[in-house]
Structures are given as C-alpha cells and as structure tokens.
C-alpha cells in the first residue's frame, strides 16, 4: 500500500484507512522513520509523530530497532476458572470454596436500603469509613478512597490513567493470568522480573527499572501462582527501590486481604509521587461481588474517579450495599472460618506431598501452591489429567519464558484426595523426571 500525507494527521489517517481496509494486515512493517520522510518530503518528525500516535491508538506496535509494526490481533490469554462439565477432579480453577461464600440473597434482605439516584455518593458512606480504618496503618496519610469492579478493574484503570500503550510495567515473573491479559489488551509491554520465596526480588526491579519500567504492580501477599509473600526485610528493599524511582506509578495489588493468614508489609515509599493499595473482596465473597477498594494518593484518585463517574460506571450500590453488610458482621461471611479452613487445606496438602518426597513452601499463603518441576510442565499436567486430575500447567504463567511448575488449586481440597493426588503426582514426576 502507497503510504501517502504531508501532515502527521494525514499518514496517520492513510495508514489508518490501510488496516480498517485490508490493504495493511497485522505484523507487516512500516517503512522506516527516515525513509517514508523522503518519500513523502516532509520532516523525520512528522513520521515520528504520525507513528506515535498509530501506537498510543492501539494500530501499530515499535519493537525497537526491528521498526514499527501493524499491531497483531489479540489472542485471548489463559483465564481463571474451568469448564464447568469437566469430568476430572477440578484443581485449576483458582476459585473460592462455595461453601464460605455467603448468600447474596440473604444479605441483599438484610439491608432494606433506598434506591440510589444519580448525585448520590460514589462510594456507600459505610464502606468508606469500613475502608479508611482497614487502609489507615497501611497507607500514607491523606489517602483517597475509591472502589472499582475488582482488583483487575483496578490495575487496568490505574494504568490506563497514566501510562501510554507501549509503556513497560514491571510485574512478577511468573505471573498472576489476569495481569498478564490485561497488559496484552491494553497494549502495554510487561517486563519480567524474577521472583523467590520471598517475592519480588529488589535487584531484579532496580534494572526493571532503571530499563524504563513506568509502572510497578506488586503482591505482597497470596501472590498467584505460587502463593508466596514478602517479608519485612524483602518490603524494606523493595521500598527502598522505588524510592529512588518516584516518578514510577506504584500498584500494590493485596487482592487476598481478607482471607491471608501472613502480615501486610509495607512497599510504598513517602517519596512515591503516584500509588494505589488495592484490596479485593471477590475472593471472600465471591466472584459476583466483584468489588476492590483502592486507597491512593489524591491525584491519581482524581484520575480514577473521571472513570467512575455517578450513574454511569460506579460499583453498583445493590453491590455495595451487600458487601457492606458483610463486612460488618463478619459472621455472616465467615472470614475467620473461611481463613482458617483455606489454612487447614493447604498444610494437609504440604504434608501429603512430603509423605511423597515432593516439597512444597510451607508458607504460602491464597487459594493455590505452586509446584516447581524440572519437567515439562504440559506433560505432567497430561500424565495427572489420564489420571483424572485437573491442573493449572505453568507455561500461562510466565513473562519472559514459559514457568515450569504447576499451580494446585486447594480451597475444596479433601484430605483423601490430597494423599491420592501425592501418590499420582509422585509417579507422573518420576515418569516425566
């Protein structure tokens, strides 16, 4: 296709019109900067500008010295959950246990509030206050209260109100699916950074960083997959990391905060210029009740709110107010039996394991453990599926490379069924090496 225009706004509108025509398909190149310059006798900036903008629409993608490219259709990624029909005994999904969620019936019944018109408060005046005492020994002071529709509504929204697409943003590797998924879709570049027992480790976000990551999201807890939590050496140097880099937007994404059997630890700076907490309660409630508070600093809850706008994407109040009653009388949820129980599941699961000569982090935290294996993570996930076990294989998961390891849903768990899984486990690994 001829590529034609003298301003950046018409090459911008003619290789536009090339890809909504055909003439131009995913993954052909764009000439050069310099070289369409030429061509069309105008400055090396009107390219550059022209290009930009094709980039930050979401049309093209640049890939460094490999040029800009026409941007490839998106693939849909891995998601949580599984076919419900599933035959085989289901430890992939990533769910909550059914039976600790409460009934939205029930609760819905219980609050008896008002209709809620436009004008009213974004935010339910209860859930606030619930909030800025859950938030307040965790945040900086003079924090912001917002609620969007999960943590996942969170993370896409607080990036998207900073960062440009093409942008870098640091993330844990492996990583959580939907982080993954959300990056790709947005057309932001996740760059990898390696992870221990200890979480995200602090050398490895300094070069993350110091290569142009715009953004961090962090987990400091119940990380998904491997269930790993920071300790308070690991969040002090962490902290001192971003320190030096106040300019970079820092997301703590403590999505399991109801439910977590480990301490919070602190990673945000006093230095850091943009952040966001983020607790979710679909976790402990239940995916429908997709809610996550996000406590941060007043200008980026002044970003978030142009996108939560009264009447047209707040968190539904019917939402809110079910959560709300939940969250003040805990017994109705039952977190503490919740928590415990989740607890309980995974050190049987632990011990089952080392009765088979596998270990397994003893202090992990969430729904899920994590598996290392030194073997094809796909062909042991097969092995264990003709046994009529259901897996998370670990490929998904990775940033810069396919993770090996599988990740074990725990949260419906039996003990018969952990000791049955352990003895397959041990026998695909010791026919998969």
């Not at 050069?32 to 030429?38: G, K, T």
């Not at 998924?181 to 027992?197: Q, W, Y």
């Not at 993570?377 to 090996?404: I, K, P």
Request: proline content about 6%; hydrophobic content about 45%.
């Amino acid at each position: 296709m001829k590529i034609t225009g003298s301003t950046s706004a018409e090459i911008f509108d003619r290789i536009r019109q090339g890809v909504r025509t055909g003439q131009l398909q995913p993954g052909d190149p764009l000439p050069p900067v310099r070289d369409l310059a030429l061509t069309l006798d105008v400055n090396r900036n009107t390219v550059a500008a022209a290009y930009k903008r094709l980039v930050a629409a979401g049309i093209a993608v640049t890939q460094g010295r490999l040029g800009t490219v026409i941007r490839a259709n998106e693939v849909l990624g891995e998601q949580e959950g599984t076919h419900h029909d599933s035959p085989l005994i289901d430890l992939a999904g990533g769910n909550p246990n059914p039976e600790w969620l409460p009934d939205p019936a029930t609760m819905l019944a219980a609050c008896r509030r008002p209709p809620r018109l436009y004008g009213a408060a974004v935010v339910n005046p209860g859930l606030e206050r619930h909030a800025r005492a859950w938030f307040s020994p965790d945040c900086p002071a003079g924090f912001a209260i917002d609620l969007t529709h999960g943590a996942v509504d969170a993370v896409e929204r607080l990036l998207s109100a900073y960062l440009a697409p093409g942008d870098q943003v640091a993330v844990e590797d492996p990583c959580f699916l939907s982080s993954i998924n959300t990056l790709r879709t947005a057309g932001f570049e996740a760059a990898g950074v390696p992870i221990d027992g200890q979480g995200m480790r602090a050398d490895a976000l300094e070069a993350a960083l110091a290569q142009g990551a715009q953004a961090v999201i962090i987990t400091p807890r119940a990380h998904n997959p491997t269930g790993c939590g920071l300790g308070v050496t690991r969040a002090r140097a962490l902290r001192g990391v971003l320190s030096r880099h106040p300019h970079v937007l820092v997301i703590v994404d403590d999505h399991f905060a109801l439910l977590a059997e480990s301490p919070y630890h602190n990673v945000i700076p006093k230095e850091a210029q943009r952040w966001a907490l983020v607790r979710s309660l679909s976790k402990a409630l239940g995916p429908d009740l997709r809610l996550a508070f996000v406590a941060s600093d007043a200008q980026t809850s002044h970003r978030l709110r142009l996108r939560l706008a009264g009447g047209t994407s707040w968190v539904s109040h019917i939402l809110q107010d079910i959560a709300e009653a939940c969250l003040q009388e805990p017994r109705a949820a039952r977190l503490p039996e919740a928590r415990a129980d989740y607890a309980r599941r995974r050190r049987l699961f632990v011990d089952a394991l080392r009765a088979e000569g596998i270990e397994a982090a003893a202090n992990a935290d969430g729904l899920n453990l994590w598996l290392p294996l030194a073997a094809d993570s796909q062909a042991v996930a097969g092995e264990l599926a003709r046994q009529g076990w259901l897996v998370r294989a670990g490929d998904a998961f990775g940033v810069a490379e396919a993770a090996r390891g599988l990740r074990i849903t725990i949260s419906t768990l039996l003990p018969e069924q952990a000791r049955r899984f352990a003895a397959d486990l041990r026998g695909a690994l010791d026919r998969h090496g």
